[in-house]
C-alpha cells in the first residue's frame, strides 16, 4: 500500500481499503484457481495493482466514460483502475470462465459497483467504449482486429478514444503500421526496476458503424 499511495497520494479511505483488501483476496482465490503466479503475488502491488495504474498516469478516466478490459485476466488492469476511477464504468472480459470466476469473487469481495465481467471472446461482446484498456495480450495488429467497431464516437478525455495498452520492450516493429501510435514510458512516472522496460501505448481510433 505504501507504493501505491507514493504514486497515488490523494486516495480515498474507501479506495485505501479496497486497495488493501487486494493482497488478502488474490491470495486467497489463488490456492483454489490458479491466476497469478506465487512470485507476482508475491509482489502484487508492484507488479499487477502498481502496473495497472500506470494506465492512469497516462489518462485519468471521467466519470460515465465506459471502458472495456480485453483479456482481463484475473482483473488486471481492470479491477485496479475500477478502484481509482469509482464514477467510471468497466467491463472486463475473458474467454477463460475460471478467471472471470476470479474476477467476479474479487469484484463481490470488494464491493465494486463499476464492474461488469463477460466470459466471452471480445468479438462477441456488444457495445462501444471511450478506451480499451489490456495488458499485452497479443501484438497489436491482432488487437485491433479483435476490437473493431468498439471505439465511442465523442471524444471527451484529453487522449483521443482509442487503445491504452501496457506493453514491454522493442514495439518498432509491432507498431510499424500504427504511425499515430504514441508511446508513453513508464520509468517516467515510476521508479522502480521493474517498469524499466514498460510502456503505455496509446492508439487513437476511429469510430465504425
Same mark, same amino acid.
Given at each position: @500500500?505504501?507504493? $501505491?499511495?507514493?504514486?497515488?497520494?490523494?486516495?480515498?479511505?474507501?479506495?485505501? &481499503?479496497?486497495?488493501?483488501? $487486494?493482497?488478502?483476496?488474490?491470495?486467497?482465490?489463488?490456492?483454489?484457481?490458479?491466476?497469478?503466479?506465487?512470485?507476482?503475488?508475491?509482489? $502484487?502491488?508492484?507488479?499487477?495493482? !502498481?502496473? =495497472? !495504474? %500506470? +494506465?492512469?498516469?497516462?489518462?485519468?478516466? *471521467? #466519470?460515465?466514460?465506459? +471502458?472495456?478490459?480485453? /483479456?482481463? /485476466? %484475473?482483473?488486471?488492469? /481492470?479491477? #485496479?483502475?475500477?478502484?481509482?476511477?469509482?464514477?467510471?464504468?468497466?467491463?472486463?472480459?475473458? =474467454?477463460?470462465?475460471?478467471?472471470?470466476?476470479?474476477?467476479?469473487?474479487?469484484?463481490?469481495?470488494?464491493?465494486?459497483? &463499476?464492474?461488469?465481467?463477460? &466470459?466471452?471472446?471480445?468479438?462477441?461482446?456488444?457495445? &462501444?467504449?471511450?478506451?480499451?484498456?489490456?495488458?499485452?495480450?497479443?501484438? @497489436?495488429?491482432?488487437?485491433?482486429?479483435?476490437?473493431? %467497431?468498439? +471505439?465511442?464516437?465523442? =471524444?471527451?478525455?484529453? *487522449?483521443?478514444? %482509442?487503445?491504452?495498452?501496457?506493453?514491454?520492450?522493442?514495439?518498432?516493429?509491432?507498431?510499424?503500421?500504427?504511425?499515430?501510435?504514441?508511446?508513453?514510458?513508464?520509468?517516467?512516472?515510476?521508479?522502480?526496476?521493474?517498469?524499466?522496460?514498460?510502456?503505455?501505448?496509446?492508439?487513437?481510433?476511429?469510430?465504425?458503424?
Amino acid at each position: @500500500m505504501e507504493l $501505491l499511495e507514493k504514486y497515488f497520494p490523494n486516495l480515498s479511505k474507501d479506495q485505501k &481499503n479496497k486497495f488493501s483488501k $487486494l493482497q488478502e483476496l488474490y491470495q486467497d482465490w489463488n490456492l483454489k484457481i490458479n491466476v497469478v503466479s506465487r512470485k507476482d503475488i508475491d509482489e $502484487l502491488y508492484l507488479r499487477h495493482v !502498481l502496473h =495497472s !495504474l %500506470g +494506465i492512469a498516469k497516462v489518462q485519468e478516466f *471521467l #466519470p460515465g466514460a465506459s +471502458i472495456l478490459d480485453v /483479456g482481463t /485476466g %484475473g482483473g488486471f488492469p /481492470g479491477i #485496479p483502475l475500477a478502484i481509482l476511477h469509482p464514477e467510471t464504468n468497466f467491463h472486463l472480459v475473458d =474467454s477463460i470462465g475460471k478467471k472471470i470466476k476470479v474476477v467476479n469473487e474479487v469484484v463481490e469481495g470488494l464491493g465494486l459497483k &463499476n464492474v461488469h465481467t463477460t &466470459n466471452a471472446r471480445v468479438e462477441e461482446v456488444p457495445g &462501444n467504449y471511450d478506451f480499451i484498456v489490456s495488458r499485452a495480450v497479443a501484438a @497489436m495488429p491482432t488487437f485491433v482486429h479483435w476490437t473493431t %467497431g468498439k +471505439i465511442a464516437k465523442q =471524444s471527451k478525455h484529453e *487522449l483521443k478514444n %482509442g487503445i491504452l495498452y501496457l506493453k514491454g520492450g522493442d514495439l518498432t516493429e509491432e507498431l510499424a503500421d500504427y504511425p499515430k501510435a504514441v508511446i508513453y514510458e513508464l520509468p517516467d512516472f515510476f521508479e522502480e526496476d521493474f517498469f524499466e522496460t514498460k510502456k503505455v501505448v496509446h492508439l487513437p481510433l476511429k469510430y465504425k458503424k
